[in-house]
T-cell receptor, first 115, second 116 residues
Framework: KQEVTQIPAALSVPEGENLVLNCSFTDSAIYNLQWFRQDPGKGLTSLLLIQSSQREQTSGRLNASLDKSSGRSTLYIAASQPGDSATYLCAVLVYSGGGADGLTFGKGTHLIIQP | ETGVTQTPRHLVMGMTNKKSLKCEQHLGHNAMYWYKQSAKKPLELMFVYSLEERVENNSVPSRFSPECPNSSHLFLHLHTLQPEDSALYLC???????????????FGPGTRLLVL
């Protein structure tokens, strides 16, 4: 059974710092890996999606990398801002052929950027 | 309305009540999903519907009963719930099922459920 672990569970840093969030997964047979952002009282917003054949994706100040063989992904946030404060979720897509085409999520990293 | 909407946003119910959660997607997608997000646990997939047919029931107790009358609407009917069922229930949609490797899911804001 696929398991996704995110480290750290919580992180608080001053504004302007660069930071790295980590995600690991136990089954390397994934189709893609996604990073989501969840704000309080709101649903999830997709930030970056990395297909299994890709190594990284970038969007603005965000960069996500994927090492499928080692079961790891990192989300790099450059020049953090208070508006980046949220819970960041990592999720992998595994299609078993018999169904279960939903995402397997980690518990998330709760990020606070101090002004 | 755009994206994925869910109603109600908050719900308090007793263990003997019957209630329903509603999800509507305005994206023209063919697949819809119910997820459960409990405190300190990862999001758990509950049900998947593709073109109004249930394609996945992830070992969910029968006190949760989904319904998908058309590709734009998804319901979760609740009856005789337990306090441990208190959680955030999220609905999502995607263009197709199964999805391509480049396709994401779009999530609604969730219904915060409290069972007393």
């Amino acid at each position: 059974k696929q398991e996704v672990t995110q480290i750290p569970a919580a992180l608080s840093v001053p504004e302007g710092e660069n930071l790295v969030l980590n995600c690991s997964f136990t089954d390397s047979a994934i189709y893609n890996l996604q990073w989501f952002r969840q704000d309080p009282g709101k649903g999830l917003t997709s930030l970056l999606l990395i297909q299994s054949s890709q190594r990284e994706q970038t969007s603005g100040r965000l960069n996500a990398s994927l090492d499928k063989s080692s079961g790891r992904s990192t989300l790099y946030i450059a020049a953090s801002q208070p508006g980046d404060s949220a819970t960041y979720l990592c999720a992998v897509l595994v299609y078993s052929g018999g169904g279960a085409d939903g995402l397997t999520f980690g518990k998330g990293t709760h990020l606070i950027i101090q002004p | 309305e755009t994206g994925v909407t869910q109603t109600p946003r908050h719900l308090v119910m007793g263990m003997t009540n019957k209630k329903s959660l509603k999800c509507e997607q305005h994206l023209g997608h063919n697949a819809m999903y119910w997820y459960k997000q409990s405190a300190k646990k990862p999001l758990e997939l509950m049900f998947v519907y593709s073109l109004e047919e249930r394609v996945e029931n992830n070992s969910v107790p029968s006190r949760f009963s989904p319904e998908c009358p058309n590709s734009s609407h998804l319901f979760l009917h609740l009856h005789t719930l337990q306090p441990e069922d208190s959680a955030l229930y999220l609905c999502a949609s995607s263009q197709d099922f199964p999805r391509s490797v480049s396709e994401t899911q779009y999530f609604g804001p969730g219904t915060r459920l409290l069972v007393l």
